[in-house]
């Protein structure tokens, strides 16, 4: 009855049943599953509570992450937002989004306890956006988890009709389908339509496709830290563009479509694998050899 398998079918349901999308994703689990709606929300509601530990334990420590690229960019973006605001081109809760998310990332790569959602190297974007958001909205934990339904409903329909490894289809799917999906999630809790919904989401993913998964030394750390962080402010651009009546040319699942075709045809090299992109720079090449990793087979045969 509430079963989707594209985001027109998840549109239609939320206007046939006059439900949020967050509602129907919710009661599409509870005709999955064998849990009931309280189970369910309770489950929910407990990956808030993870992501606010992981952003503010990760806003108290500067220990650098097990491949130490990373660590304390974190604590330097926090200190920056107090002292220098109003330098700053971008407002507060951009600010605020950029260092949240990083915040997870630095703990992702610290080995600490993150929510992987939709995925650990894209882990930052949500809470990013989401405690951002809460600050300057004062939403309650309650709607916030109401958005992990809706975020959650989008990642099932790229996890179905592409993918959200970056192993599989470069980093398009993984830090794509993040912004994709709190663009989504946002604008609903903003009080956007299902139709916004959709097109935030398309506005976000389509300006990813392509990206490569160049991980330097294959650690989840560089570029993918500051990535999450830089790119959880596309959701929000997303968004705004959305309430405000910006509509994508392209539908999401053509998008999403989009996605694994370009998936399909990158370079093994540009997926996850550490052999071209950035991970074959003479950085790239440096990390390597730290790390104890060979050297790419190919040399600078792997640029190309």
Known sequence: MYSFHSSSELVKLAKKHKKPIWEIVLLNEMSSSDKTRKQIVNKMSERITVMKEAVNKGLKLSTKS????????????????????????????????????????????????????????????????????????????????????????????????????????????????????AAAALTEMRGGTPDQCMHAASLGLKNLLGLTCDPLGGMVEVPCVKRGGILSVLALSASDMAIMGVESYVPFDEVVESLNHIGRMLSPKLRETALGGLAVTKTGQKIKKRLGFKDTLNGNADLY
Request: aromatic content about 6%; some cysteine.
């Open 66 to 181: 097990v491949g130490g690229m990373v660590g304390t960019n974190a604590i330097k973006l926090s200190k920056g937002i107090q002292k220098k605001q109003k330098d700053m081109m971008m407002s507060k809760e951009a600010l605020l989004s950029i260092t949240y998310a990083i915040s997870t990332s630095e703990m992702n790569a610290r080995m600490g306890r993150i929510v992987a959602f939709p995925t650990a190297g894209a882990a930052g974007v949500i809470p990013g956006v989401f405690l951002a958001a809460q600050k300057k909205y004062k939403f309650s934990d309650k709607k916030l988890t109401e958005g992990l339904f809706t975020a959650s409903g989008m990642g099932m329909i790229i996890g179905e009709n592409a993918t959200l490894a970056g192993a599989e289809g470069g980093c398009q799917a993984e830090i794509g389908a993040a912004v994709a999906m």
